[in-house]
């Protein structure tokens, strides 16, 4: 697995990077055709793979920031659902 990810990173130009995660976005390849369930998931790998090498933490697809600070109080936890109580 790892020496398939290293040769696709060895194949994978920015232009290529870009191509993949507009037809993520998109679904579709740039004439038009659909992308399949796997060349959905394969696009996505690729595409991770891609920004752990090349692209700064904190611009890769769906970085979120550290919270600067721990929040005040518990009010942003919904208290109207049940706990899950598992049964044997």
Known sequence: ?????QAVLAAMTPQIY???KRAIELRKWPDGRVLSEQQLRT????????EHHH???EQRTGYVPPKEEACEDES???TRETPLVWRD
């Open 1 to 5: 697995m790892e020496s398939h990810i």
């Open 18 to 20: 870009e191509s993949f």
């Open 43 to 50: 696009c996505m790998e690729a595409v991770i793979a891609y």
């Open 55 to 57: 692209v700064p933490l």
């Open 76 to 78: 942003h936890i919904h």
